[in-house]
Structure formats: structure tokens, C-alpha cells
């Protein structure tokens, strides 16, 4: 019992090691849940409305989570393509979320009430105070975690060495401030399920 119990600590120690050393690895796993959950709201939505919603439960993860996975999609990519940082990308990614919203907000407001998800998502959108706090604390996590990321994907002499030089903080660091800021929004979405009786179920 002990041999397994250990052998699976490895597993779960190997499968956290790959998503931090090789981006490649994450972007795979990212992608396909994403393209799996594409899949089941076309079949229960339509090509349309399911399309339409997979995009905003993907801006929700973008605007309203401290952590890049959804911008990913694009960043690591584009990254890869051009060179371009991830911390420049992700303003595009944010700007695509914004607009997206911006625009079904008002004009297929019912896409919001398709799943409990959006329908959290649509209440903080809808109401600036207290709720854009989410989205505040959201842009300072997840830019303050490309900045890492990209630091995990430079190659050249001149960044290696930067990395090393952040190499004893930068955990430490990310770790404190990445928890400040869950518990703060974790905070702010208590207070918002309990002032509208919501509960989520994943599905």
C-alpha cells in the first residue's frame, strides 16, 4: 500500500513538473478541454449559440480568474509564431474578451442564462461595484503570471540569466501574491452567491 500510494506522489509530482518545464504540455491540456466543452455546447445549444457560448465561458476565465490558462490558447502560440511576449499578447486576448462581451451583452443578453456560470458572470458585469473588483485583481494575477511564463520560455543567454537572478524569489513571490489575490476574490464571490442564493454545479 505504501509502494502505491508513492508511486502515485510521483505521478502527480511528474505531471506538475511537465506543466511547469514544458509549456507545450500545458497547451495541449488547455486546448483540449476547451475543445471538448466546444463540443458538448454545440450539441446541446446548436453551431451558433454553442460557438457563441463556449467563446464567453472562455472570456469569463479570461476576465474574472488570476490566471492566464484561457489566454494561453492564444499566448503560447503566438509566442511561438513571432516572437511576441506573452505579456503583449494577453492585451490582445483581453481586448478580444472585452469586446466580445461588450457586444453579446447587450445584444444576445440570453446567451448569459444558458449556464449558471454565465449567469455569475452576467451579475458582474452588470454590476460595476462591488463586482469589477474580480476583474481588477484578475488583469494584476494573470499578467503578473506571464511575466513568469515568459521568463520559462526565453532562450536567449541574455534572459537566462535574468531568470537566474529571479530564480530564489520569483516562486516565493508568485506564490504569495497569487494567494492574496485568490483569497480576495474567492472574498468577492462568496459575498456575490450569497446576496443572489447562486449555486454553481460544474454543469
Not at 95 to 105: D, H, M, P
Not at 181 to 192: C, G, K, P, T
Request: aromatic share 16%; proline share 3%.
Amino acid at each position: 500500500m505504501h509502494h502505491y500510494i508513492t508511486d502515485i506522489h510521483k505521478l502527480f509530482n511528474n505531471i506538475k513538473l511537465k506543466f511547469h518545464q514544458n509549456p507545450l504540455f500545458k497547451f495541449l491540456a488547455v486546448l483540449s478541454i476547451f475543445v471538448i466543452y466546444i463540443g458538448i455546447s454545440i450539441k446541446h445549444l446548436g453551431a451558433k449559440d454553442g460557438f457563441l457560448v463556449s467563446l464567453l465561458t472562455w472570456s469569463f476565465f479570461v476576465l474574472c480568474t488570476p490566471i492566464a490558462d484561457a489566454g494561453f490558447l492564444l499566448d503560447f502560440p503566438v509566442r511561438l509564431l513571432t516572437g511576441l511576449r506573452m505579456i503583449y499578447s494577453e492585451m490582445i486576448v483581453w481586448s478580444i474578451a472585452i469586446t466580445t462581451n461588450l457586444s453579446l451583452f447587450f445584444s444576445h443578453p440570453e446567451l448569459y442564462q444558458t449556464t449558471y456560470l454565465l449567469s455569475l458572470f452576467h451579475h458582474i458585469l452588470g454590476q460595476p461595484f462591488p463586482f469589477w473588483t474580480i476583474i481588477l485583481l484578475s488583469a494584476v494575477g494573470t499578467f503578473l503570471s506571464l511575466i513568469f511564463g515568459d521568463e520559462i520560455i526565453d532562450v536567449s543567454y541574455h534572459e537566462k540569466k535574468k531568470r537566474i537572478h529571479h530564480e530564489k524569489h520569483r516562486h516565493k513571490l508568485r506564490f504569495i501574491i497569487m494567494i492574496v489575490l485568490f483569497i480576495i476574490i474567492l472574498a468577492v464571490y462568496d459575498y456575490l452567491l450569497n446576496e443572489l442564493g447562486l449555486h454553481i454545479p460544474l454543469f
